[in-house]
């Protein structure tokens, strides 16, 4: 009698392939009175296909019947109860599609907290504010586990790809492979103490402007340190601990590493532009080959006579920032021009020293407005005057006069600017995700 009123009444549901639903993903059961609060990430199309027909029956179904709700991360089920009185089977409604039992939402939350540099206390907040269920630790970190292995793949793949077109620009201008190298830590240095506990460096081909190859350095691992703490042995997993060494000594490390790699494709490595840290470029050298040369970075070098003229600012307060900033643009000016022609370059360095106190007999009309309009005046200097004082004018020569000498030096000077933007890594994020945000920063980089 049962099975004639059904199908009577109600349509066939022979060809239904949907089958309950069921997730590997930590669930967070909720009342039956907590469905209707707070809010849900949902996608309204699978949604919309998990109400259209009971399971058992069906008939119809509707959001009001619900009656609990599982959370699995920003992914959830709700168990909607079928109206028909006869029927009344629970069904399973999912609110975002899956891939192999993990909820898309998921894998998508751990790939926006490598893009982002947030951690899982600061991905909390933000969902509590907006009245969204927080998510664990544990499902992050799974998640974090399946997004890594896609993203490294890729990784490798974009900077094969971008090395191969550096390549191709170095052949047709019928050059050898300069290659620009920075690093940089997710605990900036203090020039005195460097005890950050990751640090990531890349290699950017001048000509593409692309990364070539990229290295990253971790000293800690949570869960090796948990497991250390209570002398056990770590389970299983994804470790990124791979130096113990101090946190200075990674850039040399992480370069000399990339430059293998490099040569190990078939590429010579002929010069690298980098900082004046003699370190890197001996350990290079130590390692690898005595012949690859070291071409200094004009924005390192802006940086080091800056250094020097603050210095001086201690016993010249009128050498006020303004006017050494003004000192530095004047500096990287001759430079850029002088490319080529260390002799240039020394005489205008040489002017330099005297060029803010008046004295223009020695400047150049390149980049000395005083020679074609004596009326000019210092815009950055007080009053729009010359400084003045035979100790301060003293003290410039000094300085510039050390530059001078090594204009040979200054005539080949790179550029490790575009390193730039990938090295400013500060961030809230664990060591796994520092780790994941550098290679997804690469991939990034090689489509823009």
């Not at 007999?361 to 004596?374: D, G």
């Not at 530059?403 to 994020?429: F, I, M």
Request: charged content about 25%; glycine content about 6%.
């Amino acid at each position: 009698m049962y099975m004639y009123f059904c199908m009577k009444h109600f349509p066939n549901i022979s060809n239904a392939t949907r089958e309950e639903e069921v997730s590997n993903e930590g669930k967070q059961t909720r009342s039956s009175e907590d469905w209707r609060e707070g809010r849900r990430i949902v996608e309204l199309d699978v949604l919309a296909t998990g109400l259209r027909a009971c399971l058992k029956c069906g008939l119809p179904l509707q959001l009001g019947h619900t009656i609990d709700i599982q959370t699995y991360g920003l992914g959830c089920l709700l168990k909607v109860q079928c109206f028909n009185t006869i029927c009344m089977h629970v069904n399973s409604v999912p609110t975002g599609k899956r891939h192999d039992r993990v909820w898309d939402v998921n894998s998508k939350l751990a790939t926006a907290l490598v893009h982002s540099g947030l951690g899982e206390r600061q991905a909390n907040s933000f969902l509590s504010e907006l009245n969204i269920p927080a998510f664990s630790y544990k499902l992050v970190s799974a998640r974090l586990t399946e997004v890594g292995n896609v993203v490294e793949e890729v990784a490798k793949e974009s900077t094969n790809e971008a090395l191969e077109k550096e390549l191709a620009a170095v052949e047709q201008k019928k050059g050898t492979l300069v290659v620009a190298v920075d690093a940089g830590w997710q605990k900036r240095g203090s020039g005195r103490a460097y005890d950050s506990k990751s640090g990531h460096c890349s290699m950017i081909g001048p000509e593409t402007g692309k990364i070539i190859n990229y290295s990253v350095r971790s000293k800690e691992c949570r869960v090796c340190s948990r497991a250390e703490s209570r002398n056990e042995s770590p389970r299983k997993h994804a470790c990124y601990r791979n130096w113990e060494g101090s946190s200075k000594g990674m850039e040399a490390d992480m370069v000399i590493e990339m430059v293998k790699d490099v040569q190990s494709k078939g590429c010579t490595v002929a010069a690298l532009v980098g900082d004046e840290d003699s370190t890197t470029i001996g350990r290079v050298r130590a390692n690898i080959s005595n012949s690859i040369e070291k071409i200094s970075d004009r924005n390192h070098l802006k940086k080091i006579l800056g250094n020097s003229l603050y210095s001086l600012k201690k016993n010249h307060p009128v050498l006020t920032v303004k006017i050494i900033k003004y000192l530095q643009s004047c500096f990287n000016y001759i430079i850029a021009q002088g490319e080529g022609n260390p002799e240039q370059i020394a005489k205008d360095l040489n002017a330099l020293s005297k060029h803010p106190f008046g004295d223009h007999e020695c400047c150049s009309s390149r980049w000395c407005k005083f020679l074609s309009n004596p009326k000019s005046v210092f815009k950055s200097f007080p009053q729009g005057k010359p400084l003045s004082g035979a100790s301060l004018q003293k003290s410039l020569e000094s300085v510039f006069e050390g530059y001078a000498k090594n204009s040979l030096k200054l005539s080949t000077v790179g550029s490790t600017q575009a390193n730039d933007p990938y090295e400013k890594l500060d961030t809230y994020s664990s060591r796994t995700v520092t780790v994941l945000r550098t290679v997804l920063i690469i991939i990034i980089w090689t489509f823009l």
